[in-house]
């Protein structure tokens, strides 16, 4: 699936907004990383977990081999949330779809490495994040991965 020539901008706030998007540190994001620490928890921020996979996670915990990813509503799909917006509908659909297909290989890539994978939205409480990560830890000592 093949994407279309990026459109400009709509309108200039439109563009502005675009512009303002980061790739890392988003407010979801620092809350879990906040939420973890709070719980003691100690992990890489915004790395790669297997070196060949150019995909970086945005919370690493290399020595339980678990990468969690804090996904935008938007970028990623949300069943729940994400509306495709009425201009350039044509371009954000097929950006969103290979975006979804990119997780879900990343996820398989991991996976088959004896990663395992959480993978949150980011209108998920951090609470509820972490929470499934302690629980995916405690299921993972002295086991293999499930």
């Known amino acids: 699936m093949e994407l279309p020539t990026p459109p400009s901008a709509s309108t200039p706030a439109a563009r502005k907004v675009m512009q303002g998007n980061r790739r890392r540190d988003t407010r979801p994001e620092l809350a879990v990383r906040r939420e973890a620490h709070r719980r003691g928890l100690r992990y890489r921020v915004d790395v790669q977990p297997v070196a060949w996979l150019r995909h970086r996670a945005d919370l ?20 729940e949330h994400c509306k495709s917006p009425s201009t350039n509908s044509g371009y954000w659909s097929v950006k969103v779809a290979r975006n979804v ?20 939205w980011e209108h998920e409480p951090a609470r509820q994040v972490v929470d499934r990560l302690i629980a995916a830890r405690e299921r993972g000592m002295g086991t293999s991965p499930q």
């Open 60 to 79: 690493v915990f290399p020595r339980d081999k678990i990468a969690v990813f804090v996904d935008g509503c938007f970028w990623h799909g949300c069943p």
């Open 101 to 120: 297909l990119r997780d879900r290989d990343t996820d398989a890539r991991l996976t088959d490495e004896g990663w395992r994978v959480i993978r949150s």
